[in-house]
C-alpha cells in the first residue's frame, strides 16, 4: 500500500516562509509524477504544483508561481513545497498525491481526479 506522509505545515506571519515535504513509501511505489493541492475551510481542493519524476519538471498554479517552488529528492521518494512570500490566502490544508498514469502536458496534472494516492494533509496557516 502506497504510503504519502506530509509534515512542515504550521503557523507563521504573512511575507514568511515554509517548506512542505512529502515523504512516499511503499512496497512497489512508482508513480509518474507528484502533486500538491490545498483546501480552504468552506472551498474546493485546488491544485498549487506538481513535479514529474524523472524529469524533474515542475507545473505551478498561476497564485503561487514566483512564490512557490516544487522539487524532489528520488533517492528519498519525497517531494518538497517551499513557500515563499506567504499570504493570508494561502493559510489551507496542503495535501500531497501521486499521480500514476503518464500525463503529456500541463492541462491534466491540476485535475484532483487524475492523482491515485493523498496524504494526511498538514495545516499552513498565515497571520495578517
Known amino acids: 500500500q502506497v504510503q504519502l506522509v506530509e509534515s512542515g505545515g504550521g503557523l507563521v506571519q504573512a511575507g514568511g516562509s515554509l517548506r512542505l515535504s512529502c515523504a512516499a513509501s511503499?512496497?512497489?511505489?512508482?508513480?509518474?509524477?507528484m502533486g500538491w493541492f490545498r483546501q480552504a475551510p468552506g472551498k474546493e481542493r485546488e491544485f498549487v504544483a506538481a513535479?514529474?519524476?524523472?524529469?524533474?519538471?515542475?507545473y505551478y498554479a498561476n497564485s503561487v508561481k514566483g512564490r512557490f517552488t516544487i522539487s524532489r529528492d528520488n533517492a528519498k521518494n519525497t517531494v518538497y513545497l517551499q513557500m515563499n512570500s506567504l499570504k493570508p490566502e494561502d493559510t489551507a490544508v496542503y495535501y500531497c498525491?501521486?499521480?500514476?498514469?503518464?500525463?503529456?502536458?500541463?492541462?491534466?496534472?491540476?485535475?484532483?481526479?487524475?492523482?491515485?494516492?493523498w496524504g494526511q494533509g498538514t495545516q499552513v496557516t498565515v497571520s495578517s
Open positions: 498525491a501521486a499521480r500514476m498514469e503518464f500525463c503529456s502536458g500541463y492541462g491534466c496534472y491540476p485535475a484532483v481526479w487524475g492523482y491515485d494516492y
Open positions: 511503499g512496497p512497489t511505489f512508482s508513480s509518474y509524477a
Open positions: 513535479i514529474i519524476w524523472s524529469s524533474g519538471t515542475p
